[in-house]
């Protein structure tokens, strides 16, 4: 099963975000369904990068936490897509070592 696990650092809101403290979660996006070797697969992939990245990182319901969710947001799917781009790669050298 291919996966792409990525470490998000998402803003407690409230007391514990006033306080600076950050709380650590893990999204696992499963890709192993997906034909990386197609732009219908990449968008798929893409698609449940953004979605787990809101999923983690919330929306917010002030200002200040929509900002910070969305801060939040853009950070984890950079990461997620830097790992995603690894994962293509190597997709795509499997494709050409198995013909």
């Not at 990449?42 to 319901?61: I, M, P, S």
């Not at 801060?71 to 790992?83: F, I, L, N, P, W």
Request: aromatic share 4%; glycine share 6%; with cysteine.
């Amino acid at each position: 099963m291919r996966t792409i696990n990525t470490l998000i650092a998402a803003l407690v809101l409230g007391t514990a975000a006033a306080a600076g403290a950050a709380e650590i979660q893990i999204a696992t996006v499963q890709y192993s369904d997906l034909n990386l070797a197609a732009v219908e697969g990449r968008n798929t992939l893409d698609a449940r990068l953004n979605a787990a990245a809101a999923k983690v990182c919330g929306n917010g319901f002030t200002l200040q936490s929509k900002l910070e969710a969305r801060s939040c947001q853009r950070d984890a799917t950079t990461a997620a897509r830097t790992e995603a781009s690894k994962a293509i790669r190597a997709f795509g050298t499997q494709q050409v070592a198995s013909n």
